[in-house]
């Protein structure tokens, strides 16, 4: 593991221990806001991540998008969709807080984490600094007080992470 990595999850680890924030249910019904996070790979990512905001949108739900970009890709003008780009991460893969203060003012009622591993530290501190009534993610024990549902599993990409989400919130309601 490099030290900039290794300074980022010590930076992370830090930050959650210091979060108190207490998880709490709510029925989908009830939820207004979503939040997504997920890394940003691919052209047929944002093509993706729009279907997904008109289908919540179909729903009555608001959901905001905050992509980590990964590689050069042709992003479209969407007032939902916000950019998270490395020269935005400090040294240490953290993000800087102006690159991150929109998405972390707004109080969602259902966070979800779309990212699939945890090579992802800039996603995984906007989870945590992002205020949320649910947060849900992969399943990564030193996080585990960071979310209220974490899905265990080997995911390919964002999609099926999602995929399997839903599965466990159909169970669970």
């Known amino acids: 593991m490099g030290l900039r990595k290794k300074a980022g999850e010590i930076t992370l680890l830090s930050m959650l221990r210091r979060h108190s924030e207490p998880q709490r249910t709510i029925a989908y019904e009830e939820i207004k806001r979503i939040g997504l996070l997920m890394p940003l790979r691919e052209n047929d990512d944002i093509q993706w991540v729009d279907d997904v905001l008109n289908q919540l949108s179909k729903d009555g739900k608001e959901c905001v998008v905050l992509g980590l970009l990964e590689s050069p890709i042709e992003i479209p003008t969407n007032p939902n969709i916000i950019i998270l780009e490395p020269e935005a991460l400090a040294w240490n893969l953290i993000p800087k807080e102006h690159a991150i203060k929109s998405f972390i003012s707004i109080n969602f009622d259902l966070l979800l984490n779309l990212c699939t591993d945890g090579n992802h530290l800039a996603l995984d501190y906007v989870a945590i600094k992002t205020p949320a009534t649910f947060r849900i993610g992969r399943y990564e024990p030193r996080l585990n007080k ?19 989400i839903k599965h466990y919130l159909v169970k669970i309601h």
């Open 146 to 164: 960071a979310y209220g549902l974490m899905v265990k599993g080997e995911f390919v990409d964002s999609r099926e992470l999602l995929k399997a």
